[in-house]
């Protein structure tokens, strides 16, 4: 069945870089796009971005351009989002969530969530 | 950027009665293959979210019938005809036919 897993918790340092994993099974990796979402402590979902795992092309809302990276690495079937220059207000839980075919297709399946602290 | 705009904010329901959420989108959400880019979300509390209804009245694999989706361009509802107690969380529209936008969320309680 379809999983998307995701690297475990971190801990970093205001101004610092953290780089989650979302390791993907049971689908054709570079079939779907993959999106990003994230939820700040009792906060709503805001989309961050997706990348096109076939191509490696990305769009990322405005809000986390210039700071935001996702790649994937198609060998290991793995998607990745780095986050730079963090601050208090990155304080969140970082999704991967699978799209579809298309960019305008929505999202089904969804990983664990990835919990990040910024805290100095 | 398209605004997604849920209410109500908040849901107390009784279990049995019937529970209805309205999102309302500043753009129609109607792409030109026709079909509609308006998705349901319910978060259960300290889960991952999960598709409850995808192109504005589909139900996703597994979602139980009590759940269904409706409307078309800007306005749409969910509608749950029965609450159980396992429906409990925030359910969350979102729209992906110009990037991807969410709304607010409800939280529905018993």
């Known amino acids: 069945q379809v999983q998307l897993v995701q690297s475990g918790a971190e801990v970093k340092k205001p101004g610092a870089s953290v780089k989650v994993s979302c390791k993907a099974s049971?689908?054709?990796?570079?079939?779907?796009?993959m999106h990003w979402v994230r939820q700040a402590p009792g906060q709503g979902l805001e989309w961050m971005g997706w990348?096109?795992?076939?191509?490696?092309?990305?769009e990322y809302a405005q809000k986390f351009q210039g700071r935001v990276t996702m790649t994937r690495d198609r060998s290991i079937t793995t998607a990745y989002m780095e986050v730079s220059s963090l601050t208090s207000d990155d304080t969140a839980v970082y999704y991967c969530a699978l799209g579809g075919a298309y960019d305008y297709y929505g999202m089904d399946v969804w990983g664990q969530g990835t919990t990040v602290i910024v805290s100095s | 950027d398209i605004v997604m705009t849920q209410t109500p904010l908040s849901l107390s329901v009784t279990p049995g009665q019937p529970a209805s959420i309205s999102c309302k989108s500043s753009?129609?959400?109607?792409?030109?293959?026709?079909?509609?880019?308006l998705y349901w979300y319910l978060q259960k509390p300290g889960q991952s979210p999960q598709l409850l209804i995808h192109e504005g009245s589909n139900r996703f694999s597994g979602v139980p019938h009590r759940f269904s989706g409706s409307g078309s361009g800007t306005d749409f509802t969910l509608k749950i005809s029965r609450v159980e107690a396992e429906d409990v969380g925030v359910y969350y529209c979102?729209?992906?036919?110009?990037?991807?936008?969410f709304g607010g969320g409800t939280k529905v309680e018993i």
């Open positions: 753009q129609s959400l109607l792409h030109s293959d026709g079909k509609t880019y």
């Open positions: 990348i096109n795992p076939n191509n490696g092309h990305t």
């Open positions: 979102m729209q992906s036919i110009q990037l991807v936008t």
């Open positions: 049971g689908y054709t990796f570079t079939g779907y796009y």
